[in-house]
């Protein structure tokens, strides 16, 4: 199980293809743990536009406007996010307090069905680069 790392080469890049001709909005996920955690569990993150990984646990608690800091209109942006990424990654892990993952995942069931929705008609991509 390896830490998240700020190395783009770990990092996977969906197309959710609702855009005109089916390119982006797109969103970059890592697996992995989050350096220091002692649960060693291997969680997805997402990278948030301002460089940020976040747990996607965590996400599913945010407002939908919140959650559109994690789509990408396009590749280039992709990769301006990812250029601008240096030194130790940035990391924001903690669920929101008084909340558990399993009443998160309770509470996110259409944000989970929607995004599932989403990643299954999204088509992996090769990082450009």
Do not use: H
Request: proline residues 6%; charged residues 20%.
């Amino acid at each position: 199980m390896a830490n998240i790392s700020n190395d783009y080469n770990r990092c996977e890049l969906f197309n959710v293809g609702s855009a005109p001709n089916g390119r982006g909005p797109f969103f970059i996920r890592q697996l992995g743990t989050s350096p220091g955690n002692v649960s060693f569990s291997n969680d997805p993150y997402l990278l948030r536009k301002d460089g940020v990984w976040v747990l996607t646990l965590r996400v599913y608690t945010l407002s939908e406007v919140e959650r559109e800091q994690f789509m990408y209109a396009s590749a280039a942006e992709v990769m301006q996010v990812l250029d601008g990424l240096d030194g130790p990654p940035v990391i924001e892990d903690q669920l929101p307090e008084g909340l558990s993952r399993q009443e998160i995942l309770s509470k996110a069931e259409t944000a989970i069905s929607r995004l599932m929705d989403a990643m299954k008609q999204a088509k992996q991509c090769s990082m450009p680069g």
